[in-house]
């Protein structure tokens, strides 16, 4: 009955209800849009880093990540390779890391050398697209070595040069050979451009001495499945010399700048959202002031105080529930707009590409934000109409009808 | 109390100079050590054997040492991966000579305190040997009837990492072991010298065994061959351009 | 013609004639421009803070170089005295201070372990006035001015050389001519600045005892400098070219003119990187900033058609007695105007006292991101009011809310005055 009357009463005055709803719909279809715009920047930003050379999840023998010793090969990389094929997991990489010397005619420079698998390690990173001069290691290739931009030209060598690496073998004695410098990346990225080789897997297996052995496997995942397969390697591999590193474990600072710019983003959207709440809050009151003259005359009619202000409350609901529908239709169409579209901001930004981030953005939404946000808007204007009827429940009715 | 330091090291001072006399015999028996074992110039032929739980590998080598001049020449004869390899210690350098490479490189400070040919040996420990006399400060602190002990003192300038050095001697001068303490005074290495045998008219001890403490069933064993004490050795031997010829060999 | 005064008088006695619905109409505005004011701070305290975190960690606003050094960062490439640069400095504008440092890469050894270490040489009463360095120091101390052989490590590169205070290290790093030099030092403090870079390889030591150990006399591989406020380094970096160029060669001997002896770069230069984020993290911010501004006008027309719709019977009676749409349109436009002012002025001041209060207080973040090793940032934010943005955010809402205004005014004007006294 109630329910009718309220239903009734939103369809009457279509244009109050229309203005209520929009307030709403506006604050959320806005905040729905910023959080897309954020998590598409983050997300690209992630995928970006994990994607050009440290992959998702990295699998070493223990401690090997903080102290590289390779007298510490990973155990057995044919297990760990069964078991990401039992999962499911397609991208995956090994490589052998150490630290290397890189001699030129008369300097040197201190680096970490990857040897990588050239055929695998095209499919798992991006880091073939970074090269800038040359080309990438190719399969067949002997002795050849891409390098960083800066470190090439502090060794004075270019592509086509021949050059020392200096390294200390798997049984620690100083291992050298000669390699020839076919590429060179310039990513703007200083930890690439600076210090760091990569050459074939079976060239640093001959110079260090490995008989086949690796020290890293690298996986690239799809983000939601980072934490079952790194729960599941670590509970297989536990107690036999492992580790199970996920990208943050080993380079926390981008993970740390996301969380920061979320919380950044929290205080600004709690902002927003106090706005919006407000803005409800005033449409209804507003609304009750203008029908205090109804509600008198509804009272003198022998409706009950309390019943108004039910009615009034299931009448703000109906609307916050419209409007937070409207606004989630808005909203997400606009996230999944500009999800194919792409917002470019490549004007405001030239360079900005060199750091992990796409200069055109495609919206995309968290989950977890996208529920966070639709409950506190949906709270929000409920709470903003149970002052209205409160008021209304105050009422008395001759004062009402007087009310102009 | 914040006087206390200085009151410390006058009590420390007058504690010392008390022990002057005694300094000076450990010095000498310091410096008669490295005399037995390395003479002014020694030629020798040596083999090192590395053992780690997981593998071993064994390297011979000849080496040519001019201890006044603090240079020095070593080749790899053994194993035939190796053959060639050689090392040239002038001064403060040392350079490395790789037959693949046909050329030298000089090993960079970043290198120095990595193991010398896998071994429990430094880079370093081939290039400092000659100033530990000078380096440290040293003084009996034991004495019995077969043997004496030495307690070695860094200098509070001297560039070296270790905290205290324990030498013990017999009493004839043959070394038997030395000791390598942290600042802490906790074990870190210890040299074992054993096997004492007549090379070119001396008794040395023709065994040196170097146990890393921290990484146990690891040790290098480095066994004299043949020793020639005090021969000419011709200057052209510690030059680059004997590396590349000894090395082509 | 009437005097705009009148409209004045009526324009505000039609606010106060229903109170209620004024203050709900002033408290949007006011919120609007409150959460505008404190937004656009704290997006500016956030810029300002990720740039003067990261030249002031360790880079400085300028660094003076021996041409080619940024690229090489050999020993060969260093400032042979540094006198004349020194000289430079005099009476420059902007410049807050300036000192010295040697920078080489080596290693670090102790007892049980060695690592590789990025080697300092400072001036230890100069340098805090730089760089935060000192202010990093958590065991302890920083460097005295009769330090000699101390030296102040970054805490993870300690705990891999197995060092804590007291103990000695020795640094090993190579002269210009490729000979090794090593040298002690005692461990006087540890530092955690949360950089990696810093904490994993910073080994700190005095200026003059760096330079003996590696033999360089009184050379120098940076002068750095520090400006009064961001503003004022492009400025200074430029009259330090010029006093620069017109410099004798570097090493003294008479090279080639045409070759520059110094380079003066400026932490943009030095780390792009550090400039770009700021950048992008500005060009993101400042996208937020006007999707909320669209929202706070939208809530702002609401409210004021709202209370028009409210008034419908009011101006059809105002009609239906002969006042005219176009005076009508006037009268609302005033009332609009008195509304505004009133909200804006009440808006800025709330949102002044906010940036104000948590200016100082800071805003906490860590609840959401526990641990910065990036950026050299802080996870506390202190909101920061610069005049340009303000300028931006007032001018744009003060006008959007007059248009908002203007808007239920022009609906006023048209109403049909028979229509309006039935709509209740």
Redesign the interface.
Known sequence: MIFQLAWRNVLRNARRSFITIAAIALGLSALLFLWGFNDGVHNSMMRNLQQTIIGSIQIHSDGYFRHPKLSRPLPDAARVRQLLDKAGAKQYTSRIRTFALAAGNDTSEGLVLLGVDPQRETQVTRLHSKVSQGRFLAVGDQNTCVMGATTARNLGISVGDDFVFLAQDRYGALAADRFRLVGVIDSGEMGIDRGLAVVPLAALDTLLNMQGRVTDMIVLLAPQHIEPLTAMLKRQLSGDGYEVLRWYDMYPMMKQWVELENGFYYIFLSVVLLIVAAGVMNTVLMSTLERMHEFGVMMALGCGRWRLAVLVAIESAMLGIAGVLAGMVIGLSLVFVFQHVGIDLSGQMDTISRFYINPVVRTEIDTTHLLVTVSSVMLASVLAALVPAWRVARLEPVQAIHHV | MRRFPIYLALVISVLFSAHAEADDTARQAMLDLQDLLRSQTSTATYTMRVSTPEWQRSIRFEAWDDRPGKRFFIRIIAPKKDRGTAYLKLGGNLWMYLPKLERDIRIPPSMMLSSWMGSDFTNDDLVKSASVVDDYTHRIIARDAQSFTIESLPKDDAPVVWGKLVHVIRNDGIPLSEAFYDEHGKKRRLLEFSDVRNMDGRNIPTLWTMHPLDEPGKQTQLRVEAMRFDPEIENSIFTRAHLKRAGGR | MFDVSIYLKLGWRNLWL?P??TA??L??LA??IA?LT??SA?NDG?MQQIRTNFALTLTGHIQIHAAGFE????LADRIRDAQPVLDSLKDLQGLHSFTRRLRV???A????A?A?ALIYGVEPIKEPHLSRMASFVQQGRWLNADDD?AIVLGDSLADRLQVALG??V?L???LEN???????FRVRGLLHSGV?DIDDLAAVVPLFRAQQWLDVGVGVTDVVLRADNFAAVEALAAALRARLSGGRSNDGANSDAKKPAFEVLTWNQI???AE??A???D??SW??LA??I???L??VL??M???M??RS??FGLMGALGVRGGQMFVMVVWETVILVLLGSLLGFVVGGWLVWHYGRVG?D?S?????????Y?S?V?HPMLAGESLLHILGAATLGALVAGLFPAWKAARLDPAAAMRE?
């Open positions: 229903h209620l619905r709900l109409t408290a949007a919120l609007g959460a404190f937004l704290m956030w690229q090489s960062r050999k890469s080596g290693l050894s102790a007892a049980g060695n590789g052989r103990d000695k020795v090993m790093a190579a490729g000979d090794i030099a090593s040298e002690v990696l780390d792009p990187m770009q984020w950048a992008f993290a060009a993101y996208i937020v999707v909320v669209l929202v706070v939208v809530e609401n409210t058609l709202m209370s719709h409210e019977r009011e805003i973040l609840q959401f991101a526990t641990a910065f090793s990036f950026m940032m996870p934010i209740v």
